[in-house]
């Protein structure tokens, strides 16, 4: 399930299921969006990119799904492993900025 | 592995000391970002430099605070007269530069002021 507040989204799910993270996008002029997943103590790790021309891209086991109508940004991991474990974020580049706008973050953690 | 770099990983200062950040990008990459996280929050942008150049410091507190790429050498963040409010991880991020370019980052620098 799902907990907003003070504390990070939380995401479980069972391993091999395929797990889905929403982010939505505050600026319609953003371009350009990446997935990263952080992991404790560590910096983000890029996952996967698209760029604002397209609407789907995939990876070695995700996916990421871009609805610019609603500013919506998804990443899907397919068969969900004990190491897909961390907080994932969706960042945005504002065309022109050079500069990336993070989202909340979700934290994702994978049941056995 | 060519990464970006931070050091150190850990750093302690008491308050009104200066702490100093270092970012040394990835092999290729001469554009060179930095960004303040606090627990449990996503990244904030701070500074965007390119060599010997500040190109956007919008996300930079005016005081204390000032970020440096020489020619040489790597990037350093400067915090003057330090506070509790400004322990935080600083992550670096270096890309191409190029739209449609990631930024990839290092492993940051936790700041903890006493």
């Known amino acids: 399930g799902e907990s907003v507040g003070l504390h990070l989204p939380t995401l479980s799910v069972q391993e091999g299921d395929n797990s889905i993270i929403n982010c939505a996008y505050s600026?319609?002029?953003?371009?350009?969006f990446i997935w990263y997943k952080q992991e404790s103590g560590k910096g983000p790790q890029f996952i996967i990119d698209i760029r604002s021309n397209m609407d789907k891209r995939q990876g070695q086991r995700v996916t990421v799904l871009l609805n610019k109508t609603v500013k919506h940004l998804s990443l899907q991991i397919a068969a969900t492993q004990p190491g897909d474990s961390a907080v994932y974020f969706c960042a945005e580049n504002i065309k022109g900025a050079q500069k990336l706008v993070f989202g909340q973050g979700t934290r994702l953690t994978i049941n056995p | 592995n060519a990464g970006v770099m931070q050091n150190p990983r850990h750093l302690v200062r008491r308050r009104g000391q200066e702490a100093r950040l270092r970012c040394s990008p990835m092999?290729?990459?001469?554009?060179v970002y930095w960004y303040r996280q606090l627990p449990e929050e996503g990244l904030k942008f701070m500074v965007y430099l390119q060599k010997e150049n500040i190109i956007d410091e919008s996300g930079m507190p005016k005081e204390r605070f000032s970020a440096e790429f020489p020619k040489e050498g790597p990037s350093i963040l400067r915090i003057q007269q330090v506070v509790r409010g400004d322990s935080a991880a600083y992550f670096c991020?270096?890309?191409?530069?190029?739209?449609?370019?990631?930024?990839?980052f290092g492993d940051g620098t936790r700041l903890s002021i006493l």
């Open positions: 600026n319609s002029a953003s371009d350009y």
């Open positions: 092999k290729g990459h001469s554009h």
């Open positions: 991020a270096s890309s191409r530069g190029q739209v449609g370019q990631p930024q990839h």
